[in-house]
């Protein structure tokens, strides 16, 4: 099992990076090319959350975003520190100016990360939360004769 972690500030234009190392990793893993496309966008949303959650909290620590390689599967996980981070946890109900509206565009971004990863699980808790995507591979040409 190979890993590839990343570590970046919660600012918007480090989420571009994301996207660009998890595509290359992807597509070095052995998920299908028709599917990098996803692979992007649901990373860019899953970042773009995890930085918009760290800035509207005020934390100072990174987003992380882990790239696992496995036998028959690719996962991507991205992780964020602000607690209570799924919709409808105590991140939206009483906080800061616009809960609702702030609530509503968390619920819009993991809309999109489902429809475009059939394989999605959104997990949160008190010191921050995860999104874990996977997709199936296929061995290198090479291997199979």
Same mark, same amino acid.
């Given at each position: 099992m190979a890993t590839?972690? &990343? @570590?970046? /500030?919660? &600012?918007?234009? #480090? *989420? @571009?990076?994301a996207r660009l190392v998890a595509a290359a990793v992807a597509r070095r893993a052995g998920v299908d090319e028709a599917v990098l496309d996803e692979v992007r966008l649901a *990373?860019?949303? =899953?970042? /773009? @959350? =995890? *930085?918009? &959650? #760290?800035?509207s909290s005020g934390i100072a620590a990174p987003v992380h975003v882990s790239l696992i390689e496995e036998e028959k599967q690719f996962s991507i996980e991205v992780g964020d520190e602000a607690p209570g981070s799924v919709p409808g946890g105590a991140a939206s109900d009483a906080a800061s100016g616009g809960p609702d509206a702030e609530a509503e565009e968390d619920e819009m971004g993991l809309a999109v990360i489902s429809g475009l990863v059939d394989d999605v699980e959104v997990v949160a808790g008190e010191h921050g939360g995860l999104i874990r995507m996977r997709w199936p591979t296929t061995p290198p040409a090479a291997a199979l004769t």
């Amino acid at each position: 099992m190979a890993t590839v972690e &990343l @570590r970046f /500030s919660a &600012l918007p234009e #480090h *989420v @571009r990076t994301a996207r660009l190392v998890a595509a290359a990793v992807a597509r070095r893993a052995g998920v299908d090319e028709a599917v990098l496309d996803e692979v992007r966008l649901a *990373v860019g949303e =899953a970042c /773009s @959350r =995890a *930085v918009g &959650l #760290h800035q509207s909290s005020g934390i100072a620590a990174p987003v992380h975003v882990s790239l696992i390689e496995e036998e028959k599967q690719f996962s991507i996980e991205v992780g964020d520190e602000a607690p209570g981070s799924v919709p409808g946890g105590a991140a939206s109900d009483a906080a800061s100016g616009g809960p609702d509206a702030e609530a509503e565009e968390d619920e819009m971004g993991l809309a999109v990360i489902s429809g475009l990863v059939d394989d999605v699980e959104v997990v949160a808790g008190e010191h921050g939360g995860l999104i874990r995507m996977r997709w199936p591979t296929t061995p290198p040409a090479a291997a199979l004769t």
